[in-house]
Structure formats: C-alpha cells, structure tokens
C-alpha cells in the first residue's frame, strides 16, 4: 500500500507562510505531479512527505496512521534526488546497495536486490562502472534505482529531470511512465513542466502562492481549468483572454465580444484556446492584422491583433501550408464548444 493524505497542511518559516493549507489525497499506485511556477511550495510539500521538513500544521497520513512526526526512514517514502547526487567514488552496484548495506542488510539480499533494480532500469551492464563514466540518462537511471532498491510505499520525485538536455528528458518521461507501471508503486512528482505534468500525471494537482488551485485528471482540468490562473498555467501556447467590452470601446470590440457568443451576464472575461481559432478571410471572421507567424514544421502559431481594438491572438494552426506574413488580414472563427467564461474574481462558470 502507499496511501498519501495530506489534511489543511501548512509550513511556515520564521514569519513566512509558504504553505497555507493544503488538501490532498493521493491513492496507492497513483502518480501524481505537484506542477506550478517556481516558489510556490511544491518541493517544501514533497519534502515534508520525505520527512526532510517538519510540518507546521495539519495531519499527513501514510497508508491512514498519522506520519507527521516519523522518522523519515520510516515512513516507507523514497526519494529520488538529481542524478548528480551520486557518491562519485562508488561504483553504480555501491551506489544502489548503499543504503541497504546502511540498514545492515546482508550481501547476498544487497546484490540480489540491485540486480532486480538494474535489470528493471535496464542498467545490468553499467553495475561496475563509476557515475563519471555514465551520461546523463544513466546517471539518471542509477539515482532512480538507488530508490527501487529500498522497496519504497512511495517514491519523491524532486524535479529528477531538470538537468537533461531536451530530448533525454522526453525519453526518460516515458520512462518513467513505464517504470510506474511496472512498479505499480506510488509516485509523486514535482515539476515546473506542465509538458511533463500533463504527460505523466495520473493526476495533477496545479500549486500557487502555497496553497492549490485544482486537482484533476489532466485532461479534465485542461478542458475545465477552476479558474484563470489553471487556465493560463496549462496549454502552450497560452490560452487568449478577452475581457467584457464596456461603452469605451470600439464597435469592433463588441462585434469580437458577439461573435464569442457569450450571453451569461455574469461572465467578466472569455478563454479561448489557441487551437480553437480558426482562420478564415477577413469577410468571414473578426477581422484582425497578423503581426508574426511562427512556422514550426508540423503547426503554425500566428500572432494577431483586432482590427480596430488593442486584442491580441495566439492561433494554433496544423496546417502550416497556409502562406501568411506580417500585415496580412484575416477573419478569426471561434470554436465556441470551447470557449470558457469567467466571473469577476476568475472563477470558470459553468454556462456560456
Ligand atoms: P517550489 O518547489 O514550488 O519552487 P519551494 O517549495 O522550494 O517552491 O519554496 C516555496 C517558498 O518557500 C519559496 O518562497 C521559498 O523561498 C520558501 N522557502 C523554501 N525553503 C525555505 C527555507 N529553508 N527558509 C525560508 N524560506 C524557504
């Protein structure tokens, strides 16, 4: 089992309070990704998991018994740190059984543990070389593994895949999806990626300010996101606000604002994706000015403003065939299955 509960957790250092009390449960076998931007207290939360942090107030369960004063060894929690926290003086085999020859474990149950772990992480021929002898992505492989061998309720992830270049990261994401599943065992993973949130979460549980604005499915909270904040964090590029016109504006304006299609009175702002905009002439749409196209080979960003307004648009366009440039005008088509609406205070309300 390795049930995580966390019940109005808080964390405070001297006066600060950088967790303002936090509800989350995480299920055994779940993987779950605390995400959000940097400073927000997803590593403080992780950390008080580990029992590297005491807590300043709530309750945090583990499999339901109150672990909030524990000792992290047993807690049945482990975690996984950035690869260059390897003792470079052992080898990948020292390295792994390191802890368990700690815990006095014996030889013969040491190696057979770590054979089992390098066979998992596919390292088994690596066991004899030291980490400077290792890329990245193996170092990686071995930083992870030193936490397999412990048998952990729950592994901590603590950002584990920063310090990769681009495309190591995109291999070892999967990975680890994969290592979830054959493991079966808990995982909780903290990122400032929403890439990596989005593709590896069971769910994900968006962090801001020390306290969190949503948990869900990422899908689901991609499509529903609780508030404006959820929405501008997931989606890249960023979802389009427009705010409700008032008499100031222009007549194009408020012909944008008509053709969102918005007739909930209580809606002080619209959300649209940039995949759901369409381009079209400029008869057919709102006419807006393209002011930069961004060719990426399998998609095309355009970046407009209204005709007659100060409104800028992201377009996410697959078809990249479409020739545009600079100054060209267009008609924007809205998706309005899509469109969210908000209150004054950001809040997603449920009718157009
Ligand atoms: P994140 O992981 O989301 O980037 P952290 O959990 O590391 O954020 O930090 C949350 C907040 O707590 C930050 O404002 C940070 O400055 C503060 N903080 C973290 N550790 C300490 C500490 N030891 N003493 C004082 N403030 C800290």
Redesign the pocket.
């Known amino acids: 089992m390795g049930q995580v509960q966390l019940t109005a957790i808080r964390k405070s ?2 006066n ?1 309070d ?1 967790i303002k009390g936090i509800d989350i449960a995480v299920e055994d076998g779940e993987f779950m990704v605390f995400v ?10 992780l ?1 008080m998991i580990a029992g590297l942090e005491s807590i300043s107030g709530g309750d945090l369960l583990i499999d339901g018994l109150r672990a909030n004063d524990t000792n992290p060894a047993d807690r049945g929690a482990a975690m996984v740190f950035q690869s260059y926290a390897l003792y470079p003086h052992m080898t990948v085999r020292e390295n792994m059984g390191f802890s368990l020859k700690m815990a006095g474990v014996k030889r013969t149950q040491r190696d057979e543990q770590v054979n089992h772990a390098a066979s998992i992480l596919k390292i088994t021929e690596l066991l004899d070389r030291y980490p400077k002898e290792l890329s990245g992505g193996q170092r990686q492989r071995v930083a992870i593994g030193r936490a397999i061998v412990r048998k952990p309720k729950v592994f901590l992830f603590d950002e584990p895949l920063s310090n990769l270049d681009a495309a190591l990261r995109v291999d070892m994401r999967i990975e680890l999806s994969r290592l979830h599943k054959e493991l079966g065992t808990t995982m909780i993973y ?1 990122t ?1 990626d929403q890439v990596e949130a989005m593709t590896m979460g069971d769910r994900i549980a968006i ?1 801001n300010g ?1 306290l969190i604005e949503q948990i869900g499915r990422p899908m689901d909270i991609y499509r529903r996101p609780a508030n404006k904040f959820v929405a501008h964090f997931l989606g890249s590029p960023t979802i389009n606000f427009v705010n409700r016109p008032d008499q100031s504006k222009t007549q194009q304006v408020h012909f944008l604002w008509q053709q969102l299609n918005c007739t909930n009175p209580a809606a002080a702002s619209v959300g649209v994706r940039p995949e759901h905009i369409r381009l079209a002439s400029a008869q057919e749409g709102v006419p807006a000015e393209v002011l930069l196209v961004e060719y990426l080979g399998d998609a095309m960003i355009v970046h407009v403003k209204l005709q007659g307004g100060e409104e800028l648009f992201k377009i996410k366009q697959s078809d990249s065939q479409v020739q545009l440039a600079a100054g060209d005008v267009v008609g924007l088509q809205f998706n309005h299955d899509y469109v969210l609406a908000f209150d004054a205070k950001g809040t997603l309300i449920s009718r157009l």
Request: net charge positive; with cysteine; proline share 5%.
């Open positions: 250092y001297a600060n950088v959000g931007p940097s400073g927000c207290g997803k590593s403080t939360t950390r903290v400032h962090f020390g």
